[in-house]
Nanobody
Framework: QVQVVESGGGLVQPGGSLRLSCAAS????????MGWYRQAPGKQRALVAG???????NYVDSVKGRFTISRDNAKNTVYLQMNSLKPEDTAVYYC?????????????WGQGTQVTVSS
């Protein structure tokens, strides 16, 4: 069984920084694309940043230059470094991973971690 667990959310003032982590565990053969999504109240879940198995990255325009996604393949972990945070970054952040295990390839979501940017 595969699990994906996020950590690192919290309350931060505008202009501050947070680092989110997401670790995949269980019976894992390979991890392909990984990504961070966010969902603000009343809005749909949307991609924030993605990273391929080869560490190619992509970002939504609103976070370019402020957020950095990275991964540690040895630890089956993806990170999101968030700098210069703004109130509009407030949302529940979800990790997503495309994983191959003994039963085949599937897409997994974490439970979400709250990020609140407020003074």
């Amino acid at each position: 069984q595969v699990q994906v667990v996020e950590s690192g959310g919290g309350l931060v003032q505008p202009g501050g920084s947070l680092r989110l982590s997401c670790a995949a565990s269980g019976s894992i053969f390979s991890i392909y694309n990984m990504g961070w999504y966010r969902q603000a109240p009343g809005k749909q879940r949307a991609l924030v940043a993605g990273i391929t198995s080869g560490s190619s990255t992509n970002y939504v325009d609103s976070v370019k230059g402020r957020f950095t996604i990275s991964r540690d393949n040895a630890k089956n972990t993806v990170y999101l470094q968030m700098n210069s945070l703004k109130p509009e970054d407030t949302a529940v952040y979800y990790c997503n991973a495309d994983i191959r295990g003994p039963l085949g390839r599937a897409n997994y979501w974490g439970q979400g971690t709250q990020v609140t940017v407020s003074s």
